[in-house]
């Protein structure tokens, strides 16, 4: 049998990432004057690039696929996409646009908000935790790919062309 040669799911995936990585940095750049449409353009962006992915697989294997194979594909491009954009969060959140000190009073009238820390302190875990933002940045960053990446794998799975 004759075996088709299908584009990498590692290729795809930084594919789907630079153009993810171009479009929020506009969005990250424009601040608060960004529409609101745009805030969800990068998840779209990961989503419809995941399922275009599935269905490009399952053309160029011609339909000798299954739904496993094909979801494989797309998740397999979802993790190449979800690492690089985890990077991609570091650097941005440690190099790029670091916590300001705009962000460090945010946090501490939100840390005051509370009232259960003594008025010395707040400063002081502002700063700490403007330090560690990356944490949360990062993993969020993860959870969210994971999930738009395994939604855009089962419904690019469902559409993409098999054979019975």
């Known amino acids: 049998m004759e075996t088709k040669k299908t584009t990498s799911h590692i290729l795809k995936g930084i594919i789907i990432a630079v153009l993810y990585m171009m479009i929020d940095f506009i969005v990250e750049k424009k601040g608060e004057q960004a529409p609101v449409f745009l805030r969800y353009l990068p998840a779209i962006i990961m989503a419809g690039g995941v399922i275009l992915s599935c269905f490009i697989f399952g053309r160029q294997t011609g339909g000798h696929s299954t739904f496993g194979d094909v979801f494989a594909h797309g998740f397999k491009t979802t993790a190449v996409f979800t690492f690089l954009v985890a990077v991609y969060a570091y650097i941005m959140i440690q190099y790029v ?18 009232g259960n820390v003594m008025p010395q302190e707040v400063r002081k875990m502002a700063v700490d935790a403007s330090k560690h ?32």
Not at 97 to 114: N, S
Request: proline share 4%.
């Open 133 to 164: 933002a990356w944490v949360i940045t990062v993993s969020g960053g993860i959870f969210a790919s994971l999930i738009c990446g395994l939604v855009g794998s089962l419904i690019g799975a469902a559409i993409a062309k098999k054979k019975s």
């Open 97 to 114: 646009f670091p916590p300001t000190e705009k962000d460090i009073q945010a946090a501490m009238a939100t840390i005051q908000q509370q």
